[in-house]
């Protein structure tokens, strides 16, 4: 058991690592490239910190002879599981990191355009993924699953165009991206231009490959061994590693006064693994509604829909501890079986 707890901590390190030059080299890209906080936010920084939640499922579904099934049940649940942790715990984590430097009663003031479109394609894209858990696999139902994979693809392809569309504006209203830091490469005498860019990214990009392999195979042992299944360890196991490097980003951002930069990481992350995750599990899992899946889909929509109703009014520190809340109740939900 000491082993295998030291393999998950010894691979989450690695992760970490990893995210944090991997977004490094995303601001420094973001800020040559001279794109606005909301895309460097919600799309840079938001698919480069999904990126060991996006290897996960990938890597278990996609590897593992033998195991099929115990790969299936670790690929969804790190599927699912990554934007429940994201609208619930993160958001609520980052709200308690300004609680008493802004008061519960303090304003969050994300750039709202951005803001509503990623709560509005997530919301959208969720509900077509929870839809397709009730189709058959089969017949009729297979072309109607395969349709929703397609419009889930395309969905974020609209959302990332959209979002690169309002770049310019936005730059101009002084939302332009800034990286704070020097590139890490730079330290190490490499010029910070392009080549250590691209060096940077692809080396972050090595390492959260080989931090999300070892993480599956820690999952698998960890679950054996406390006779839990796959599936439940990966809804709630998964997440709150590989959603580490976004919780820190954001809590680092939002008290910085960022609050653009912290919440597009959040919010941009759910939309990337609210469409083009769900589409990969649809396609090559039985994406069937089982409890802990079907309580899962539930909080999460719940949890967006809550960051959407209180948008508009202005958020408060305070509004974001509702989300910690249904995080509580979705624990005790599954476990309560």
């Not at 909301?38 to 996960?56: D, H, K, L, Q």
């Not at 080989?210 to 997440?239: N, Q, R, T, Y």
């Amino acid at each position: 058991m000491f082993q295998t707890i030291a393999l998950l901590l010894f691979m989450l390190v690695i992760i970490l690592i990893a995210a944090e030059i991997f977004t490094n080299a995303l601001e420094h890209l973001g800020q040559k490239l001279a794109i606005s906080e909301g895309v460097t936010g919600s799309i840079f920084a938001a698919v480069a910190t999904a990126m060991p939640e996006t290897m996960v499922p990938l890597l278990a579904i996609l590897g593992g002879s033998g195991q099929s099934e115990v790969n299936q049940e670790i690929g969804v649940g790190a599927i699912l599981g990554a934007p429940l942790m994201l609208g619930t715990l993160s958001t609520c984590l980052m709200g308690m990191s300004v609680w008493r430097q802004r008061g519960p009663g303090g304003r969050i003031v994300p750039e709202m355009s951005g803001f509503l479109r990623d709560l509005n394609f997530f919301l959208g894209a969720y509900a077509l993924a929870a839809l397709a858990m009730f189709m058959p696999q089969h017949g009729a139902g297979a072309m109607l699953r395969a349709a929703l994979c397609l419009a889930l693809v395309l969905a974020y392809l609209i959302y990332a165009l959209l979002t690169l569309r309002a770049s310019s504006e936005l730059v101009d209203q002084g939302h332009g991206t800034e990286a704070h830091g020097v590139l890490f490469l730079a330290r190490l005498g490499l010029p910070p231009g392009w080549t250590g860019i691209l060096l940077q990214l692809l080396a972050g990009m090595g390492l959260l490959i080989g931090g999300a392999e070892g993480f599956i195979s820690g999952v698998k042992d960890a679950s054996g061994m406390l006779g839990i299944s796959p599936l439940l360890l990966s809804l709630m196991v998964i997440p709150i590693a590989t959603e580490l490097p976004e919780k820190i980003n954001s809590i680092l951002w939002i008290r910085k006064g960022r609050d653009t930069l912290s919440f597009g990481n959040i919010t941009g992350a759910m939309v990337f693994q609210g469409t083009l995750l769900p589409a990969i599990g649809i396609a090559l899992t039985p994406w069937t509604p089982r409890h802990e899946v079907f309580i899962s889909l539930t909080v999460t929509l719940a949890a967006a829909l809550w960051l959407r109703c209180i948008a508009r009014r202005g958020i408060r520190v305070w509004h974001l501890s509702i989300s910690g809340a249904l995080y509580v109740l979705y624990l005790a939900l599954t476990l309560h079986r």
